[in-house]
T-cell receptor, first 115, second 112 residues
């Protein structure tokens, strides 16, 4: 059962435009969400995160939006650059209060930014 | 500031053999998690080590075991390798209950 879903396997955008990467989740007990970027032959690199008590977090060109009622989050990259071309993973963590430390990942979305 | 390091980079083993993968966490981190990433999938949680003990385990068989040393480095051991164990094995480190985990470059394991 895929609890974190990234329904778009790939996305292509022009340099300078906005990239919007989407992620849906099914478990309402998730309370912290993260986005990672992965280049080929490298490990995932942490980008940005958001707690479930917020609906928006911004860091430079990257903004994550969280809609708890829809169980949906999105990552906006503005403006997109060719170096942003990578696989983007959405990940979630269950609310701690027990022993929940693992991250649950989606399958990823391949972003291609064309010059 | 050294990030998470893993060794070896690549490994080829035969079905039935045993393998040990190694990880050194980022400076200042005391917690190590291991993930398996199959082709076209996201990373799947294997287990996490803190204070030299396994404190959470994912849905992986007992053939997968680990260890954490006093210097916080960690090993992942897989016994009786199956073809399906072929994957990228990722180590991630963090500080205690910090939510963000920082990944190493991974070890690509091929089982033939």
């Amino acid at each position: 059962d895929q609890q974190v879903k990234q329904n778009s396997p790939s996305l292509s955008v022009q340099e300078g435009r906005i990239s919007i990467l989407n992620c849906d989740y099914t478990n309402s007990m998730f309370d912290y969400f993260l986005w990672y970027k992965k280049y080929p032959a490298e490990g995932p690199t942490f980008l940005i995160s958001i707690s479930s008590i917020k609906d928006k977090n911004e860091d430079g060109r990257f903004t994550v939006f969280l809609n708890k009622s829809a169980k949906h989050l999105s990552l906006h990259i503005v403006p997109s650059q060719p170096g942003d071309s990578a696989v983007y993973f959405c990940a979630a963590r269950l609310s701690s209060g027990g022993s929940n430390y693992k991250l649950t990942f989606g399958k990823g979305t391949l972003l291609t930014v064309n010059p | 500031d050294a990030g998470v390091t893993q060794s070896p980079t690549h490994l080829i083993k035969t079905r039935g053999q045993q393998v040990t993968l190694r990880c050194s966490p980022k400076s200042g981190h005391d917690t190590v998690s291991w993930y398996q990433q199959a082709l076209g999938q996201g990373p799947q949680f294997i287990f996490q080590y803190y204070e030299e003990e396994e404190r959470q385990r994912g849905n992986f068989p007992d053939r997968f075991s680990g260890h954490q040393f006093p210097n916080y480095s960690s090993e992942l051991n897989v016994n009786a390798l199956l073809l399906g164990d072929s994957a990228l094995y990722l180590c991630a480190s963090s500080h205690r209950d910090q939510y963000e985990q920082y990944f190493g470059p991974g070890t690509r394991l091929t089982v033939t």
